[in-house]
């Protein structure tokens, strides 16, 4: 039995139980991918900005299989060592990147949708955990998760975004912890990219499966623990 059906018959047996269970999902790079948002960015700093350096003129063309972590990749694997041409690009990034409008490029990571799906209908609570502020980003978040086709509107279901862009992930996260409790649900399992944050929920909930998504995740990132389940996507296959 995969990871996932194993999280599936527990939120089954909870609800058996008359109790209710709460499955835990950061969106970005967990749900879904950024790697389009990316590189539709790049793209368009390469039409606006095509005369600065002869590397980002070819970011015309670039794809979403070629984003990293940082868009600013993809320019340096075009021989761009110029730090000023790279900060611009990552300056231009930054002021889209947080943008609702600009998660109409998102894409489900494979499974994604089926499988928060399937939790919802076995009785669960699915809570969105994200990193997006909702004054931003709120509107564009509703509307991309619903057009890609995520439990919205159908209770039980908790989107919990940032107040502000600038209050910081790992503390705003903590914080959050709070409120998943107050739903008095059991919480059997939470799905993150970031490893950091994949310990802080393993810490907080020790009875739940904890899963660390291997998407992608900054190269400074804090080292996972040992106990963090690893998967690449949600497919069951």
């Known amino acids: 039995m995969s990871v996932l059906d194993s999280i ?38 390469a039409k606006l900005g095509g005369s600065i350096h002869p590397g980002v003129a070819e970011l015309a063309t670039v794809t979403a299989d070629e984003m990293g972590w ?24 930054a002021t889209r990147f947080f943008n609702g ?3 109409a490029n998102d894409v489900p990571v494979p499974g994604a949708v089926e499988f928060a799906t399937a939790v919802h209908e076995a009785g669960g609570l699915v809570y969105y955990l994200t990193g997006r502020d909702a004054p931003n980003m709120g509107q564009g978040t509703v509307e991309s998760l619903g057009r890609l086709g995520f439990p919205l509107w159908r209770g039980r279901v908790v989107l919990h975004l940032k107040p502000t862009r600038s209050l910081g992930d790992r503390e705003y996260k903590r914080a959050a912890l709070d409120d998943v409790r107050s739903h008095l649900a059991t919480v059997v399992a939470t799905f993150e990219n970031d490893p950091g944050n994949a310990n802080l929920f393993a810490e907080a909930f020790p009875d739940a499966v904890h899963v660390w998504m291997q998407t992608e995740c900054a190269p400074d990132a804090d080292a996972p623990g040992d106990d963090l ?5 949600f497919t069951r296959s």
């Open 8 to 45: 599936l018959d527990r939120v089954r047996s909870e609800r058996q139980a008359g109790r209710v269970a709460l499955v835990l999902f950061d969106i970005d790079s967990t749900l879904v991918s950024t790697k389009p948002r990316n590189a539709a960015i790049a793209r368009e700093f």
């Open 101 to 103: 409008a600009s998660l």
């Open 229 to 233: 389940v690893r998967i690449a996507d």
């Open 70 to 93: 940082l868009v600013s990749d993809a320019l340096r694997a075009r021989g761009c060592e110029d730090e000023k041409v790279l900060q611009h690009l990552m300056d231009f990034w």
